[in-house]
Every structure is written in structure tokens, then in C-alpha cells.
T-cell receptor, first 112, second 114 residues
């Protein structure tokens, strides 16, 4: 079983749609959780951290359920510029010096 | 404020050769992590350097080695290249005192092994 598993893509949605990505992680000792965005042939960039209380940044909302070891990302009012691969990321267990474990990514394509 | 830089941008090698990739961390950062990203996959952790020491390593063979210099820059060396080593190699920097969680990635080096 992979340490971080994500919805297989791609997601093809029209502009203005709401889209949700799901992710599960296997190590219950993981402490920090993130969503990164990666554009084609570019480096990953931090989109947002994910907190147990849930957090929102504009059109983006992230949720964490530690009991289910489940992370989600909701994008509202999709824009063409949201087209990218979204990577679910967790850090390694305590003492892991912040080794990041990435999911394989889910590709989003927003069309006019 | 200079971000993370990597060189070279692209590299083509043949099987059995050796390669050295270079990374300069974001200004003020002291920790460098290296990742390998195969096509269609997420980045996989290779190792991390802090205070010129390798302090954690992922599931990669000894053919992969690294170094960190006093100015915090880092090198990744891969010996006896295999076709399967073809990938995007990413360097990420962070700051221990800031918790180290937020890692900033460089643009990567795209390695092709023929």
C-alpha cells in the first residue's frame, strides 16, 4: 500500500465548477499535511497547509480527518488558471526531520 | 531574494556514467532535501542534508550520494546510471528553526539516461 494515495485523475471540469480532491495516508504518526500544486514541467509549489480545524484560502478549502487519515481539497469557482496537478503531501513520523511523502498527484483540467 | 536554484537544467547521459547535480538553497535556509520525480509520479524523497551531514535517507541505493557545503549548497551524485534513473531531480530547501515543514523547491534538473 502506498503511503499517500490520491484520487486518480484527470478531472476535466468547466470554468466555475466546484471540484474536490481526496487523499488518504497510511502512517497515523504523520504530523503535518499539505497540498502542493505542480504546473506542467515545473516544480511543486506549496498551495496550502492543512489543519485539523480545516482551513480556507480564498476559493480553496482544505480539511483533515486524523481518525480516518483522510485529507481533502475543495476548489470553488474553478478558473482556467487552476489547471495543474495537485499533490497531497504528508511529513514523516516524529524524528523524520520533515521528510515529505508525496502522493502521485491528481491532474485538473479546467475548460472554458 | 533568490529562490532555490539548480544546475544544470537538462542533462543527457548514457548508462554506466556518473552525474553530479547542484543546488543552491533559498537565502537564509540551512537544510536541503533531494527528490526524484519520475514521469506521472509524485516526487520521492532521496535524502536530506543539514549541517553538512546526511540526516535522513529514503529508499534509494548507495549509487545515490550527496554532499552539503559550508555555504549550505548541495550536490547529488549518481553513479553507474541506469535507464530507470531518468527523471526530474528536485532540490528543496527549508529552515530548521522555522520548523522545516515548508520546503521551497527549485526548478529541477531533468536527467535523461540513454
Amino acid at each position: 500500500r502506498k503511503e499517500v494515495e490520491q484520487d486518480p485523475g484527470p478531472f476535466n471540469v468547466p470554468e466555475g465548477a466546484t471540484v474536490a480532491f481526496n487523499c488518504t495516508y497510511s502512517n497515523s504518526a504523520s504530523q503535518s499535511f499539505f497540498w502542493y500544486r505542480q504546473d506542467c514541467r515545473k516544480e511543486p509549489k506549496l498551495l496550502m497547509s492543512v489543519y485539523s480545524s480545516g482551513n480556507e484560502d480564498g476559493r480553496f478549502t482544505a480539511q483533515l480527518n486524523r481518525a480516518s487519515q483522510y485529507i481533502s481539497l475543495l476548489i470553488r469557482d474553478s478558473k482556467l488558471s487552476d489547471s495543474a496537478t495537485y499533490l497531497c503531501v504528508v511529513n514523516s513520523p516524529p524524528g523524520g526531520y520533515n521528510k515529505l511523502i508525496f502522493g502521485a498527484g491528481t491532474r485538473l483540467a479546467v475548460h472554458p | 531574494d533568490a529562490g532555490v536554484t539548480q544546475s544544470p537544467t537538462h542533462l543527457i547521459k548514457t548508462r554506466g556514467q556518473q552525474v553530479t547535480l547542484r543546488c543552491s538553497p533559498k537565502s537564509g535556509h540551512d537544510t536541503v532535501s533531494w527528490y526524484q520525480q519520475a514521469l506521472g509520479q509524485g516526487p520521492q524523497f532521496i535524502f536530506q542534508y543539514y549541517e553538512e551531514e546526511e540526516r535522513q535517507r529514503g529508499n534509494f541505493p548507495d549509487r545515490f550520494s550527496g554532499h552539503q557545503f559550508p555555504n549550505y549548497s548541495s550536490e547529488l551524485n549518481v553513479n553507474a546510471l541506469l535507464l530507470g534513473d531518468s527523471a526530474l531531480y528536485l532540490c528543496a530547501s527549508s529552515l530548521v528553526l522555522a520548523g522545516g515543514n515548508e520546503q521551497f523547491f527549485g526548478p529541477g534538473t531533468r536527467l535523461t539516461v540513454l
